[in-house]
């Protein structure tokens, strides 16, 4: 494609992406397709000569777009908020369309340069400590996985430089709550901590955040049992109820055994951006690293992924290589984020946040959050007030945990009534909830945050979720 062809057909594709954002709201929410369907369609070989711009376009337009569950939608309150800022979007077109390699700072200075500024606009945007220096990651679950490899080579005196951490007798613990995301019990295990060695504290049954006296505990058995505890996960904003452990409790007692605190607060990290919600991660500058991600609630686009540290040395000294072919003459003087994380080469992912910050205003992206937080304590008081409906779990951040409790339903019936109105919910495509597990029952999770979400969608959603669960 020359440069000619890609500005007719790029734009091309701009109005088109504008005229599908416009028309979001008449899709159905959730994808109304089977298993295959998409596949189906597409053909078995590669193209063996260029086809037309013109019939990519109308693929995007009848085989991609119904096969998407619009996250953009207003009606959309699943899983977490996935905004795609258009602000965002043309940073990530940018990013493409430069084409940087982001191997070394030499092979693109603006690339590691705009990063490290991107990480300290949003240092400061949401209060983390001074001192500390981010990276770009991909997602939360590389950021919890960069952590605890760090974690278990700080605990074991930088085991890596000889045989390893298997030479070790004291076998490394890793401490979290039930609540704490999957990815969490992943990365332990591709760490190699052992899932066996990754200790559940028990909750507080009201707030589901860690209780500190478990966590204490839970240490001091571990400790008398010839055990090493490493690394304690906090979660800010929890996936199913958005609970926040008690950071700087965690930290107290972490930092008793010499244990890496890492915290995920890979949704509410947007919510540091209001000052009256800072409280959330109080006693975070005792913590070793932190990571939350503009992908989801701030509008980002997937992906983009914030990991902060205290101190990057440790990153460095666990994951940097320096062969010959990548040395240069500024080593010392700049940021080699290749030494930051797992890949080498790395996207101009900070373009997007550039961006998004430069077009949109911090002012704007503020106000969209309180908007948020507001609807979700107004669905809240709608529920509470609304006889046989309950809120499961207290309301911090924009999701509200609910449940509709017939009188005389009880576990299997009540189960089996959330599960059958959360499905025919989404299946009609007006709006998609998400139901999940809470305390082994059923219940139905509202994540409210989509950027085209008003007042109005949610009062729609709580007419839908009445009339299709009192029905
Ligand atoms: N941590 C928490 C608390 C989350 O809610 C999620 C997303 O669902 C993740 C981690 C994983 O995020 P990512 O998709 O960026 O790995």
Redesign the pocket.
């Given at each position: 494609m020359t440069p000619e062809e890609f500005r007719a057909a790029g734009h091309e594709l701009i109005d088109w992406l504008a005229d599908y954002r416009t028309r979001i709201p008449e899709l159905p929410v959730q994808a109304q397709v089977k298993p295959g369907d998409i596949k189906n369609q597409l053909p078995d070989r590669a193209p063996r000569a260029p086809q037309p711009f013109s019939s990519v376009l109308t693929d995007l337009e009848q085989v991609v777009v119904p096969g998407l569950t619009q996250v953009q939608h207003p009606r959309y309150f699943g899983?977490?908020p996935s905004n795609a800022s258009l602000s965002a979007v043309l940073g990530d077109l940018a990013a493409s369309g430069l084409g940087a390699l982001g191997i070394t700072w030499q092979s693109a200075p603006a690339l590691t340069e705009v990063e490290e500024v991107m990480l300290e606009w949003l240092r400061e945007l949401t209060g983390l400590p001074a001192t500390w220096k981010g990276v770009i990651q991909d997602?939360?679950?590389t950021a919890c996985l960069v952590a605890l490899l760090v974690a278990r080579e700080r605990a074991t005196g930088y085991s890596e430089t000889g045989g390893g951490f298997q030479e070790r007798d004291r076998p490394l613990t890793v401490y979290t709550t039930a609540h704490a995301?999957s990815?969490v019990v992943k990365a332990v295990a591709l760490a190699g901590y052992g899932k066996a060695n990754l200790r559940y504290v028990d909750v507080d049954t009201a707030s589901y955040a860690m209780r500190p006296a478990a966590l204490a505990a839970a240490l001091e058995t571990d400790v008398a049992n010839g055990r090493q505890p490493a690394a304690v996960v906090a979660?800010v904003?929890?996936?199913g109820t958005t609970a926040v452990d008690p950071v700087a409790e965690i930290v107290r007692l972490a930092r008793q055994h010499g244990a890496w605190v890492h915290v995920?607060a890979?949704?509410a990290g947007s919510a540091l951006l209001l000052p009256e919600m800072r409280w959330l991660a109080d006693g975070v500058d005792g913590a070793d690293s932190f990571a939350w991600?503009p992908h989801k609630w701030l509008g980002t686009v997937l992906d983009c992924?914030l990991l902060y540290v205290a101190d990057p040395e440790h990153l460095i000294r666990v994951m940097s290589t320096n062969p010959s072919y990548l040395r240069s003459a500024v080593e010392g003087e700049v940021t080699q984020f290749k030494d930051w994380g797992i890949p080498l080469g790395r996207r101009f992912r900070a373009l997007k946040l550039w961006f998004q910050l430069r077009l949109d205003g911090v002012e704007a992206i503020q106000a969209r959050l309180r908007r948020d937080l507001a609807n979700a304590r107004w669905l809240a008081e709608q529920v509470e007030a609304a006889p046989g409906w309950r809120v499961l779990a207290p309301v911090t951040l924009q999701t509200v945990v609910l449940r509709h409790e017939p009188p005389d339903h009880h576990e299997d019936a009540l189960n089996a009534h959330t599960l059958a109105w959360a499905d025919a919910v989404n299946e009609s495509g007006l709006a998609l909830v998400t139901p999940s597990l809470l305390d082994g029952l059923w219940s139905v999770r509202v994540s409210i945050g989509a950027e085209a979400t008003t007042r109005a969608d949610v009062a729609a959603l709580w007419q839908i979720l009445r009339q299709t669960a009192e029905a």
């Open positions: 899983w977490f997602t939360a679950s995301h990815s979660t904003g929890t996936t995920d890979a949704m991600n992924a």
